[in-house]
């Protein structure tokens, strides 16, 4: 009876799973990514809708602070440091606060980003950025509360927010140039050391062309003037592998030097172990 009644209550509790009730959301999440020069974009927000309501003024009351959008806070999101009004906005994840009013609305970008519409403690050291900025009247109306980036070049872009007749563009500055020149830079330079010994290091471990791995390892060691002595104890392996006993256990040597100096004692073991293998006729 017992195992009649677990039953019972197993097709009882699955069933109210099956059963929740789904309905629409009254202010919809919506997610925008956007690449702006070389800079990630990312804004999420909440989406209320104005429903026949005046807003500004109204169901937004004019000189108050306001969430922005609706449930948590709408937020933005850097790769780079970005430029606002003059001023640096370092890269990372913000929420959006504002202060609309007829003429002009302030634009706060607050550091915590995890409060359920206004934080309870407002703390003006959590504002990264702040500009002020002059709403602009539009000829249509905008039913649903929008955020996009918009107005994109190469060096720049803008946030703008609109709802009902109302919007507010907030421009940023990115550094595409910079970016660009550092990428470039690189680039030219050609690879690292450490692009050397990753490459020498997939040619090794898959059984791959040992001969190239050997050159890889090389110029890895001749690019990084520390030697460290996990690039050496790679090359050891290479020569090893191509039956270079005596070259290994030179290259070991040379590992297990830098190994004590550095007092890591994992590679000082597997040194000491594979120069006493090697060494063995």
Do not use: C, H
Not at 19 to 26: G, N
Not at 28 to 52: C, H, I, M, N, W
């Amino acid at each position: 009876m017992k195992k009649i009644i677990y039953l019972f209550a197993f097709v009882i509790a699955n069933y109210a799973i099956e059963a929740q009730v789904k309905t629409p959301q009254a202010s919809p999440k919506s997610v925008l990514t956007q690449v702006v020069g070389l800079t990630d974009v990312t804004v999420e927000y909440s989406r209320p809708s104005a429903k026949g309501r005046t807003v500004f003024g109204d169901l937004v009351p004019f000189g108050q602070l306001w969430r922005t959008g609706a449930n948590a806070n709408s937020t933005v999101s850097f790769s780079e440091d970005v430029v606002i009004n003059g001023a640096t906005l370092k890269k990372g994840k913000y929420a959006i606060f504002t202060i609309p009013k007829a003429d002009m609305w302030e634009v706060d970008f607050y550091a915590t980003t995890d409060n359920w519409g206004l934080p309870e403690n407002w703390d003006e050291k959590d504002v990264a950025a702040r500009t002020n900025v002059n709403p602009i009247a539009l000829g249509n109306n905008v039913e649903t509360f929008t955020m996009a980036v918009n107005n994109i070049t190469n060096d720049s872009a803008t946030l703008d927010i609109s709802w009902e007749k109302t919007m507010v563009s907030i421009k940023f500055e990115v550094p595409t140039q910079k970016a660009a020149l550092a990428s470039i830079d690189k680039v030219l330079a050609g690879p690292t050391a450490g692009d050397y010994f990753s490459s020498a290091q997939y040619f090794f471990q898959s059984n791959g062309d040992l001969n190239k791995a050997l050159t890889y390892i090389n110029k890895a060691l001749e690019l990084n003037k520390d030697k460290p002595f996990w690039y050496n104890r790679l090359k050891s392996l290479i020569q090893a592998k191509l039956g270079d006993k005596k070259g290994a256990i030179e290259t070991a040597k040379l590992s297990l030097a830098a190994a004590t100096e550095a007092k890591n004692n994992d590679y000082v073991k597997m040194n000491n172990d594979s120069i006493a293998e090697w060494s063995k006729k």
